[in-house]
């Protein structure tokens, strides 16, 4: 069954706030959102295998843990990008892989149109990055490739989820958990999220 986390922090609404407005430009959308997922990390994180390791502090030796695995960061492209290079930053490692996918503008579906992974794929945790979930037809499509190369323990971390992309999600992948800064309130006719932030991969790249 689907878990869906949706992350109740102010600072993460305050900046969330920051980036849907629309006089918000580029660089400072850059910017916050860098901070805003960093402020997710700590959720996105949270549920890493750690192992028992033994270490000496300068004072003596203790047991502690590491992780088991540094986890395969992958970023829908683009705009999971915006959002990647941060928690690439917090966890350098990490391994940043890729998977792109494009919207088709009359269909609404996700057209596929490259991908590189680490070689040890199958044997670490996945974080899937995009920061939105609109039909849920990128996020489904790129948790399919992943499944399909034998990773298995995935979650799925957005800034904004459409209630119309979480049960398309939930349906298609029940096991994956969704991680998210907020839940809006539908998708329009052109299937963008309600409210929103309007195109995040034009917001973040200035196109
Ligand atoms: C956006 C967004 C997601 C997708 C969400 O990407 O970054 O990948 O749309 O929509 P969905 O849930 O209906 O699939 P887009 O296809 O615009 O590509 P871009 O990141 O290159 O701008
Ligand atoms: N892709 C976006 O960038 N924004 C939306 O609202 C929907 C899909």
Redesign the pocket.
């Known amino acids: 069954m689907t878990q869906c986390q949706i992350l109740d922090h102010p600072l993460i609404t305050h900046k969330l706030a920051i980036l849907r407005d629309k006089e918000t430009d580029a660089a400072q959308f850059k910017a916050t959102l860098a901070s805003l997922t960093a402020l997710m990390s700590h959720a996105v994180f949270a549920h890493l295998a750690a192992e028992d390791v033994v270490i000496d502090t300068p004072l003596e030796a203790m047991t502690t843990q590491k992780l088991a695995k540094p986890p395969v960061l992958v970023s ?5 990008n915006g959002m990647a290079d941060s928690f690439f930053a917090i966890c350098p490692e990490a391994s940043l892989a890729h998977i792109g ?3 088709d503008p009359e269909t ?1 579906l ?1 057209e596929f149109y490259y991908e590189k992974y680490p070689a040890d794929l199958a044997a670490r945790q996945a974080i899937l990055i ?10 489904i499509m790129a948790a399919d490739r992943l499944k399909e190369k034998g990773v298995s323990d995935i979650v799925f971390t957005c800034l904004v989820a459409a209630p119309e ?1 979480i049960a398309a999600f939930h349906d298609a992948h029940p096991d994956i958990r969704i991680i998210t800064a907020a839940l809006d309130r539908e998708l329009n006719d052109n ?1 963008y999220i309600l409210p929103g932030l309007g ?4 917001r973040i790249f200035n196109t």
């Open positions: 829908i492209l683009r705009a999971g996918a494009q919207r609404h996700p995009d920061p939105m979930l609109a039909t849920g037809g990128s996020a992309g299937c195109d995040a991969g034009d």
